[in-house]
């Protein structure tokens, strides 16, 4: 009999925001496939106030998002939570779990629930803990990255967290270095698994003949529909435009280059975020504005139409738990450039499927990219090296936990 799951994570995508999340969106269809699964995705709320909105104009997507949805047979709640920006952020998990507790206690209700998975440790894995205390059902919680590298860095988000944490029936590191992290924090070392997240294998295909003719039109095209000039080489970011991601550092390498004559490439960068136009002032400030492009969120099938027309993936981050895009990058056989941090260097093998360079700092990066855009690199390899990312492995062990979870 399939269990019956509820997949709990404020990173998914919605209808006003259809890239949000795509990695928690894989997951889920994935699961889906050998379980029920219901996916429960707070979103901040506050009254539509035009006042409010124009303090905080990132919050405007999330005014217009309808309460449930259906997607590939998945029933999707998007639950409005209340919250204000900064002032409410330490209540955040409380109040989402009073917004969902009718809802869950509904389902488990009329289908038992039989795990609560939340997908990210704070808030979403606070919550989640509260709901498996007031309506007793088994919680997994999965650690990805930043919401144990830096939301736990703050006092009271660490209390929290290490609350939920201890309570919940099996943690899931997606990164050993976040397991180790973990454990570091005093989790219990016998219920803390890592399991990395997948690849999308019909999404992101390797590309393994040099003259692919159908790599080259891809490449063309969107070369052509930028208007890049045919010689010049790519350099891909992938990802939030986050300060966490360094993509300063990347726009100082690339200055470096330039000083020395070697800027042969250029910079395009697919994603959304806080620093958009700070980093657009600042490659112009560089006098590199002509070699960085920001084409904005894309779905799964561009980006992995960029990765076929890329020379390499730059993921200059100052921390990571084991970053989906790498995974994403190295199974279409694409060589990577990243921060020797996090979880990365469990996937980044130097010199064998990409290239690692110590965080912050411009010069080593800019001698990386140069050597990695001019080494002829086996794409057979690069592949190969990410042949653990296969969803179905990945979600068997998942069922294997939530079995172990109920016990």
């Not at 904005?296 to 970053?323: D, K, R, Y």
């Not at 050597?371 to 062990?397: G, H, N, P």
Request: aromatic content about 8%.
């Amino acid at each position: 009999m399939k269990k019956n799951i509820i997949v709990l994570s404020l990173e998914y995508p919605k209808p006003s925001l259809p890239f949000q999340g795509a990695f928690t969106a894989q997951f889920v269809k994935a699961l889906a496939k050998k379980s029920k699964v219901t996916v429960i995705c707070p979103t901040p709320w506050f009254p539509k106030s035009k006042h409010l909105l124009h303090f905080f104009p990132e919050k405007k997507p999330w005014t217009n998002i309808p309460k449930n949805h259906v997607e590939d047979n998945i029933k999707i709640y998007y639950l409005p939570f209340f919250t204000v920006p900064f002032i409410f952020r330490y209540l955040n998990a409380f109040s989402i779990a009073l917004a969902c507790r009718k809802t869950v206690q509904n389902i488990h209700n009329t289908e038992t629930i039989d795990v609560l998975h939340a997908y990210g440790v704070y808030p979403d894995g606070v919550a989640a803990s509260l709901l498996s205390k007031w309506l007793n059902i088994p919680n997994v919680i999965t650690a990805l990255g930043s919401d144990v590298n830096k939301e736990m860095q703050v006092t009271l988000k660490q209390k929290q967290s290490l609350w939920a944490l201890h309570r919940a029936a099996t943690v899931i590191g997606v990164s050993k270095d976040l397991v180790k992290t973990l454990i570091h924090y005093g989790v219990n070392k016998n219920k803390v698994h890592w399991v990395p997240t997948g690849v999308c294998r019909t999404t992101f295909k390797a590309q393994l003949a040099s003259n692919d003719s159908d790599s080259e039109t891809v490449s063309e095209q969107l070369r052509s529909s930028l208007a890049l000039d045919a010689n010049k080489k790519i350099v891909l970011f992938v990802g939030r435009l986050h300060p966490v991601k360094g993509l300063d550092v990347l726009l100082e390498a690339a200055s470096i280059l330039q000083k020395d004559n070697h800027l042969d490439f250029v910079i395009v960068l697919i994603g959304e975020g806080p620093l958009l136009q700070s980093l657009s002032n600042r490659a112009e400030a560089l006098g590199i504005s002509d070699s960085v492009i920001f084409i904005g969120p894309q779905p799964q099938t561009i980006v992995a139409q960029w990765m076929q027309a890329a020379n390499l993936l730059c993921l200059p981050s100052h921390m990571e738990g084991l970053p989906n895009v790498i995974l994403e990058a190295l199974a279409q056989s694409l060589p990577v450039v990243a921060s020797n941090v996090g979880g990365i260097p469990e996937v980044i093998t130097h010199d064998k499927n990409g290239l690692l360079v110590p965080a912050d700092k411009a010069d080593k990066l800019a001698e990386a990219l140069v050597c990695c855009l001019a080494k002829a690199w086996d794409k057979k390899q690069l592949a190969q090296s990410v042949e653990f990312a296969q969803w179905e492995s990945i979600i068997d062990t998942h069922l294997t936990i939530y079995a172990d979870s109920t016990k």
